[in-house]
C-alpha cells in the first residue's frame, strides 16, 4: 500500500521531521536519532535493508492482516449449513454458533500453564478488554483459564460479572495481605472454564503499601507459584491472564514478576507507541533483576477501523518494529465490544456472531496455536535478521 501523507503523527517523537512521507520515512527514529522514546532498532540492525525492501515488506505485512470480515469468510463455513443462507441473519447466527459451540476444533492446551501480563502504561488501548475477551474465547474452547484483575478500577471483574465491592477477597489481599490465591478465586458464572481474582478500590493503596512490605515486588509471584504447585495436573490453568493497571508501578512490577510473558494490546490510533519504549526498558529491568524467563511474547492491535488510512500505518509500523511477535487478527473497532461491559459481559456472550467476537476467538486461536514460543528477542525489539 502506498503511504503518501506527510507523516502527521502516529505517536512518533518529531514526526514532522520526517522528509516526504516515504514508507521508509516513515520509520520512527531513523531519521531522529537516539533517545526519542523509541526502541532503538538502529541498535539492533532493524535498517530499512536495500532501496525498495521496505516497500516490498509493507505489500507483505498489509496483506496480514485478517480482519473480522476474513474470519467471517473463511470460517463460518465450519458450522455447516446455516452458513449456506445467504442473508446477514444468517451469516451472523453462524458466526455466534461458531463462536459459542466450535468443539469440533478445540484449542491446544499448552505444555505448562502460560502465565501473561497484559501491559501498556497507556490507559484506554484494550488491554482490559482483551484480557476478558481472549480469556473467554479461549475457556468456550476448552481451555481452563484464570484472569487476575490488577487495576483498582476492577474493570475486568465488572466485564466478567464479578462483585468487587470493597470488602470482597481480593488482588489487594494476596498482594498485601498474604492471602492465598485459592481464597479469593470465584468462577465466573455461564463461562464453563474460566475464573478470576477480582479487583476492589483497596487496590489503589496497594501501590504506596506495598512499599514498605518484605519482598515487594514478587509477592505476586510467591503466591501465584504457591497456588499452581498446589493444583492436581488436571485442575491446573491453562493460562493465567493478569490485567495490568495504566502505569508502570508496583502493581505492573508484580505481574510481570509474575509472569512469563508480555502481552502488549496496542491501539490503532494517533500516538498508539507513545511511551511503549519506557515498557518496554521496565521488562529489560524486570529480567535483568527480578525475572530472567519474561519476553514479550504477543503483540495484538486493536481499536483497527479499516476505513483509515491512519489504522493502516500504525499496524504496518508495529509490524516492522516487532515483527512476528505481532498476531496476524487485527481487533476492529466495535460498538457491541464496548457495550458489553455495561451489561457485565464480554463480547463473547453478549454478541457472539459480532465481529468483535469473531476476532478476539480467532486471536485466541492464534495464541493458542503459536504455544509458548517467544520471540526471537525477547525484549521484543526485531531480531537482526528480520528488516
Ligand atoms: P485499558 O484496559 O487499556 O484501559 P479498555 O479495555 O478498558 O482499555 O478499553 C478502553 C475503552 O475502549 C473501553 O470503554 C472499552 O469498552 C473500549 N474498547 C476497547 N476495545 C474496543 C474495540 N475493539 N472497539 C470499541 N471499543 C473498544
Ligand atoms: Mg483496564
Same mark, same amino acid.
Given at each position: 500500500m502506498t503511504v503518501s501523507t506527510a507523516v502527521t503523527g502516529l505517536g512518533w517523537p518529531e514526526p514532522g521531521r520526517s522528509a516526504e512521507g516515504s514508507a521508509v520515512d516513515l520509520r520512527p527514529g531513523r531519521d531522529t536519532g537516539d533517545g526519542l522514546g523509541w526502541p532503538d532498532d538502529a541498535d539492533n540492525g @532493524? /535498517? &530499512? /535493508? &536495500? @532501496?525498495g525492501s521496505a516497500t516490498d515488506l509493507r505489500a507483505t505485512q498489509s496483506t496480514q492482516i485478517v480482519t473480522a470480515t476474513d474470519i467471517v469468510t473463511d470460517r463460518v463455513g465450519e458450522v455447516g449449513d446455516l452458513a449456506d443462507i445467504d442473508t446477514p441473519i444468517a451469516h451472523q447466527a453462524a458466526a455466534a454458533v461458531y463462536v459459542t459451540t466450535r468443539r469440533r476444533e478445540p484449542l491446544p492446551a499448552p505444555a505448562s500453564t502460560r502465565v501473561m501480563v497484559v501491559a501498556n502504561q497507556k490507559g484506554g488501548v484494550g488491554k482490559t478488554t482483551t484480557a476478558v475477551n481472549v480469556a473467554a474465547a479461549m475457556a468456550f474452547n476448552s481451555l481452563r483459564v484464570l484472569v487476575i484483575d490488577l487495576d483498582p478500577q476492577g474493570n475486568a471483574s465488572t466485564a466478567l460479572g464479578i462483585d468487587h465491592h470493597a470488602d470482597i477477597p481480593s488482588s489487594y489481599d494476596v498482594l498485601v495481605e498474604e492471602t492465598p490465591l485459592a481464597e479469593v478465586i470465584v468462577p465466573v458464572d455461564g463461562i464453563d472454564g474460566l475464573w478470576c481474582v477480582p479487583a476492589t478500590i483497596d487496590l489503589a493503596g496497594a501501590e504506596i503499601e506495598l512499599v514498605s512490605l518484605v519482598a515487594r515486588e514478587s509477592r505476586l509471584r510467591k503466591s501465584l507459584t504457591a497456588h499452581l504447585a498446589a493444583l492436581p495436573e488436571n485442575a491446573s490453568y491453562d493460562y493465567v491472564l493478569i490485567d495490568c493497571p495504566p502505569s508502570l508501578g508496583l502493581l505492573t512490577v508484580n505481574a510481570l514478576v509474575g509472569g512469563d510473558e508480555v502481552f502488549i494490546p496496542i491501539q490503532c490510533e494517533y500516538y498508539a507507541l507513545e511511551g511503549l519504549s519506557q515498557l518496554l526498558k521496565n521488562i529489560d529491568l524486570v529480567r535483568a533483576h527480578l525475572n530472567p524467563v519474561l519476553a514479550v511474547t504477543t503483540i495484538l492491535l486493536t481499536m483497527y477501523d479499516g476505513r483509515t488510512r491512519l489504522a493502516a500505518q500504525v499496524a504496518e509500523e508495529v509490524r516492522r518494529h516487532f515483527g512476528e511477535t505481532v498476531l496476524r487478527t487485527t481487533i476492529p473497532r466495535s460498538v457491541r465490544i464496548s457495550e458489553a461491559p455495561s451489561y457485565g459481559q464480554t463480547v463473547m456472550t453478549y454478541d457472539p456472531g459480532s465481529s468483535g467476537a469473531l476476532s478476539y476467538l480467532e486471536a485466541a486461536r492464534e495464541m493458542a496455536e503459536r504455544g509458548a514460543k517467544p520471540s526471537a528477542d525477547p525484549t521484543g525489539h526485531i531480531p537482526k535478521e528480520n528488516p
Open positions: @532493524a /535498517g &530499512p /535493508g &536495500p @532501496a
